[in-house]
Nanobody, 127 residues
């Protein structure tokens, strides 16, 4: 069992930056691929980024590519999402997710690909 707790959300102006963190419990964090998803008001939850256990493999949604960076520190049991050049359309609740496998898999963009979820952190980008 893995428990995930997100932090770092808040209110930021267009063009600003935020760094989200997701702290995981348990001693097997390094065995999990990790992902970030987001859900805007009135919309379905969507994939943002994912990272393999060793950080070698990362994948991003087209909408965030070049602006967001996912990273992890296995010694700290933490995964990060650095968000730069934020836009109002990035406003959403951001969720951290863990997959009980070292690699994200072919369906890394699907919610069902992940086994554990955090409660989410709100990110609001003002225009």
């Amino acid at each position: 069992q893995v428990q995930l707790v997100e932090s770092g959300g808040g209110l930021v102006q267009t063009g600003g930056s935020l760094r989200l963190s997701c702290a995981a419990s348990g001693r097997t964090f390094s065995s999990y691929a990790m992902g970030w998803f987001r859900q805007a008001p009135g919309k379905e939850r969507e994939f943002v980024a994912t990272i393999s256990w060793s950080s070698v493999n990362t994948y991003y949604a087209d909408s965030v590519k070049g602006r967001f960076t996912i990273s992890r520190d296995n010694a700290k049991n933490t995964v990060y999402l650095q968000m730069n050049s934020l836009k109002p359309e990035d406003t959403a609740v951001y969720y951290c997710a863990a997959r009980n496998a070292r690699y994200s898999g072919s369906y890394y963009y699907r919610e069902t690909n992940y086994d554990y979820w955090g409660q989410g952190t709100q990110v609001t980008v003002s225009s």
